[in-house]
């Protein structure tokens, strides 16, 4: 084998890690595993769940306020509430604020041709939509029409049964004058009486908004879904009787945050976020109760003499999912500023007897690439028993995994887990599915990255380089494998993907090697980068000496010139703008895509930029217009060209 210089360096780089004293993930994972208390946790997850369950703002400011007393018994020190104001038109980020909403009580059922009970919100809050508009006291009656065998033109004034999820079909519903709807929509039609939680109800997005229109939203179970449609299909007339005792209103979608203060003066922070006002026990009263019992256990092991304060101090914040955390966050910008790290715990916490229920980390997006990434994969296999998979993953939008954002700064993983059998948004989600085993793994792996990165400083720089050297190693390798096989196949053109990929992988490698110098100044970042470099020369050298020429994006020549600005933090949901103004683009809240892009917006790069730089972290070449993109956002005032 020929010794190179990188080849050195990279001999070199782990010489220091082993004569280096870093963070020693294992025993600080064994005496956090030791010390969580699983059973502790899971009570705070029936708390959680039972106000959330009945999803309505009332319930939150309750769940707040005792979040807010368990973070006080659990050691926490400046404990924090505040809310957005919940307004239908306040702002968080680009995200507009939902109107608050309350129910005292709710039903739906048949009246003809024979009685039939669908609804009953005191008994399965489910049964009733999020956001559902009242009716009269008395209650209305109206005809039930099955969408799938009825056009649009028949739907005004009738409850109109549905077979995706009734949410996505808001704007069409009140745009065609429908009563409201009635889900027939499962994510998993298996739980046949169980019903999928309809969670949105805005006209153009998931919150309703001041000017969304207050259609009736129920849900009903598989089984009872097929019973309507085998009353509708025989020609029968069904007519139900709805009653929705509802108010929409001007109110508060509140928060809760503290701290576990750490030795540093400078005020630097790690975040943990979990997110409340969901009416499930996996989705996500177990996240909030995995972040609550780490905060606690680590407050034992700090005050019991086990572990050492961090220097860093460890702040947990606990609020309704996005609207909560860009409130906070906005509002916070110099205590963001100061923060190293974060994770998002929005995951369940299910049977290790089921199949599907491994626990993956989500990676930070290319343009925030980060040590964070790979710690958090040392710390799951640090945690997790041997026969419990785990895996990492690239990152994915959907939950408060945003922050690594530029226009936030924040290096964030997303730890998640699926519950075997779907019960996601679902009434089956209860406190009886959580496994103590999953929700012992999850806070412990939680508290081990949060002291972990709360404690990082110069001494564990050699150690983290290594492990992002051995990233980029697989970044590099599976790009060049990706190339090579490309040729085998025929593939010109995959394969000279396949070669840009190469030095962009590399640069997104090195660029969370910079990263570790808010943690302090080490030569090894410098030997960890001439080691990616050379795995770059050795890893394009396999395609090039096959003739592969880089591919090269074709530029726009309406705008790609351009620079893009953004005029807030965060994606663009669009919720403030009906589907038909939207030219054709998507909504930025969920899309990868277009969030991918966004986040490669920086005010310097050019839109051919962006576009090139979308195409290499997707993974392949794009057709989305990219410049009437951008454009269409500035004519909407969602961002700015800049010179």
């Given at each position: 084998?020929?010794?190179?210089?990188?080849?050195?360096?990279?001999?070199?780089?782990?010489?220091?890690?082993?004569?280096?004293?870093?963070?020693?993930?294992?025993?600080?994972?064994?005496?956090?595993?030791?010390?969580?208390?699983?059973?502790?946790?899971?009570?705070?997850?029936?708390?959680?769940?039972?106000?959330?369950?009945?999803?309505?703002?009332?319930?939150?400011?309750?769940?707040?306020?005792?979040?807010?007393?368990?973070?006080?018994?659990?050691?926490?020190?400046?404990?924090?509430?505040?809310?957005?104001?919940?307004?239908?038109?306040?702002?968080?980020?680009?995200?507009?604020?939902?109107?608050?909403?309350?129910?005292?009580?709710?039903?739906?059922?048949?009246?003809?041709?024979?009685?039939?009970?669908?609804?009953?919100?005191?008994?399965?809050?489910?049964?009733?939509?999020?956001?559902?508009?009242?009716?009269?006291?008395?209650?209305?009656?109206?005809?039930?029409?099955?969408?799938?065998?009825?056009?649009?033109?028949?739907?005004?004034?009738?409850?109109?049964?549905?077979?995706?999820?009734?949410?996505?079909?808001?704007?069409?519903?009140?745009?065609?004058?429908?009563?409201?709807?009635?889900?027939?929509?499962?994510?998993?039609?298996?739980?046949?009486?169980?019903?999928?939680?309809?969670?949105?109800?805005?006209?153009?997005?998931?919150?309703?908004?001041?000017?969304?229109?207050?259609?009736?939203?129920?849900?009903?179970?598989?089984?009872?879904?097929?019973?309507?449609?085998?009353?509708?299909?025989?020609?029968?007339?069904?007519?139900?009787?709805a009653r929705a005792a509802t108010r929409l209103y001007?109110?508060?979608?509140?928060?809760?945050?503290?701290?576990?203060?750490?030795?540093?003066?400078?005020?630097?922070?790690?975040?943990?976020?979990?997110?409340?006002?969901?009416?499930?026990?996996?989705?996500?009263?177990?996240?909030?109760?995995?972040?609550?019992?780490?905060?606690?256990?680590?407050?034992?092991?700090?005050?019991?003499?086990?572990?050492?304060?961090?220097?860093?101090?460890?702040?947990?914040?606990?609020?309704?999912?996005?609207?909560?955390?860009?409130?906070?966050?906005?509002?916070?910008?110099?205590?963001?500023?100061?923060?190293?790290?974060?994770?998002?715990?929005?995951?369940?916490?299910?049977?290790?007897?089921?199949?599907?229920?491994?626990?993956?980390?989500?990676?930070?997006?290319?343009?925030?690439?980060?040590?964070?990434?790979?710690?958090?994969?040392?710390?799951?296999?640090?945690?997790?028993?041997?026969?419990?998979?785990?895996?990492?993953?690239?990152?994915?939008?959907?939950?408060?995994?945003?922050?690594?954002?530029?226009?936030?700064?924040?290096?964030?993983?997303?730890?998640?887990?699926?519950?075997?059998?779907?019960?996601?948004?679902?009434?089956?989600?209860?406190?009886?599915?959580?496994?103590?085993?999953?929700?012992?793994?999850?806070?412990?792996?939680?508290?081990?990255?949060?002291?972990?990165?709360?404690?990082?400083?110069?001494?564990?720089?050699?150690?983290?380089?290594?492990?992002?050297?051995?990233?980029?190693?697989?970044?590099?390798?599976?790009?060049?494998?990706?190339?090579?096989?490309?040729?085998?196949?025929?593939?010109?053109?995959?394969?000279?993907?396949?070669?840009?990929?190469i030095p962009y992988l590399a640069e997104r490698n090195?660029?969370?090697?910079?990263?570790?110098?808010?943690?302090?100044?080490?030569?090894?970042?410098?030997?960890?980068?001439?080691?990616?470099?050379?795995?770059?020369?050795?890893?394009?050298?396999?395609?090039?000496?096959?003739?592969?020429?880089?591919y090269r994006r074709a530029g726009d020549t309406d705008?790609?010139?351009?620079?893009?600005?953004?005029?807030?933090?965060?994606?663009?949901?669009?919720?403030?703008?009906?589907?038909?103004?939207?030219?054709?683009?998507?909504?930025?809240?969920?899309?990868?895509?277009?969030?991918?892009?966004?986040?490669?917006?920086?005010?310097?790069?050019?839109?051919?930029?962006?576009?090139?730089?979308?195409?290499?972290?997707?993974?392949?070449?794009?057709?989305?217009?990219?410049?009437?993109?951008?454009?269409?956002?500035?004519?909407?005032?969602?961002?700015?060209?800049?010179?």
């Amino acid at each position: 084998m020929k010794i190179t210089p990188w080849l050195v360096s990279y001999f070199l780089l782990f010489a220091m890690a082993a004569a280096g004293q870093p963070t020693p993930v294992s025993p600080v994972v064994r005496k956090v595993a030791e010390a969580v208390d699983s059973r502790h946790a899971l009570e705070t997850v029936k708390r959680v769940y039972a106000n959330d369950r009945w999803f309505t703002f009332p319930r939150f400011q309750r769940t707040v306020q005792e979040l807010k007393t368990l973070l006080e018994k659990s050691g926490a020190a400046q404990v924090e509430m505040g809310a957005l104001r919940a307004d239908g038109v306040t702002k968080a980020g680009f995200w507009t604020a939902p109107l608050a909403w309350d129910v005292e009580s709710a039903s739906l059922e048949v009246i003809a041709p024979e009685p039939m009970a669908l609804c009953d919100y005191a008994q399965t809050p489910t049964c009733l939509g999020m956001w559902s508009g009242p009716t009269p006291p008395a209650g209305v009656e109206a005809e039930l029409v099955d969408l799938d065998t009825t056009p649009w033109s028949q739907v005004r004034g009738k409850l109109v049964l549905t077979s995706q999820n009734a949410a996505n079909l808001k704007d069409k519903l009140a745009q065609n004058g429908a009563l409201g709807a009635v889900n027939g929509f499962s994510e998993n039609p298996e739980l046949g009486d169980d019903r999928q939680w309809v969670n949105a109800w805005g006209d153009h997005g998931w919150g309703f908004l001041k000017a969304s229109t207050p259609l009736l939203s129920y849900s009903v179970t598989p089984n009872q879904a097929a019973k309507l449609r085998g009353l509708l299909a025989g020609g029968q007339r069904v007519v139900l009787r709805a009653r929705a005792a509802t108010r929409l209103y001007e109110g508060e979608y509140p928060w809760v945050t503290a701290i576990l203060p750490g030795t540093d003066r400078t005020g630097e922070e790690v975040l943990a976020l979990g997110h409340i006002a969901e009416q499930g026990a996996q989705d996500n009263a177990t996240g909030v109760a995995a972040t609550v019992e780490a905060l606690r256990t680590l407050h034992r092991l700090i005050e019991s003499g086990q572990l050492p304060r961090p220097r860093r101090s460890i702040r947990v914040l606990l609020m309704p999912e996005v609207y909560g955390s860009l409130h906070y966050i906005a509002g916070h910008s110099e205590r963001m500023a100061r923060t190293v790290a974060a994770i998002t715990v929005d995951t369940p916490a299910a049977s290790y007897d089921l199949a599907g229920t491994e626990y993956t980390a989500y990676k930070n997006p290319h343009v925030a690439k980060s040590w964070t990434d790979v710690l958090i994969q040392r710390i799951a296999r640090a945690t997790l028993p041997r026969f419990r998979p785990f895996r990492s993953a690239e990152h994915e939008t959907g939950t408060d995994a945003y922050l690594g954002d530029p226009t936030i700064g924040v290096p964030n993983v997303w730890l998640y887990s699926g519950t075997g059998k779907v019960t996601h948004h679902n009434s089956a989600d209860v406190p009886a599915t959580v496994d103590l085993r999953s929700l012992g793994d999850l806070t412990a792996m939680v508290a081990s990255y949060l002291y972990i990165s709360a404690n990082a400083g110069e001494g564990e720089i050699p150690w983290l380089a290594s492990l992002i050297v051995d990233s980029a190693a697989e970044d590099l390798n599976a790009a060049g494998a990706a190339g090579m096989d490309a040729l085998l196949a025929g593939d010109q053109a995959a394969a000279a993907f396949a070669l840009a990929r190469i030095p962009y992988l590399a640069e997104r490698n090195i660029a969370a090697l910079s990263k570790l110098r808010k943690l302090g100044q080490h030569s090894a970042i410098g030997s960890a980068e001439g080691y990616i470099r050379g795995l770059e020369k050795v890893q394009a050298a396999r395609l090039t000496e096959q003739g592969v020429r880089a591919y090269r994006r074709a530029g726009d020549t309406d705008s790609g010139a351009l620079v893009v600005r953004r005029k807030g933090i965060g994606t663009i949901p669009l919720d403030d703008l009906a589907p038909e103004k939207r030219e054709g683009f998507p909504s930025g809240a969920w899309d990868k895509m277009v969030t991918v892009a966004l986040y490669w917006c920086d005010g310097k790069r050019t839109i051919d930029d962006v576009a090139r730089l979308t195409e290499l972290e997707m993974g392949r070449p794009l057709s989305f217009r990219f410049g009437g993109y951008f454009r269409f956002l500035e004519r909407k005032g969602y961002v700015e060209f800049v010179q």
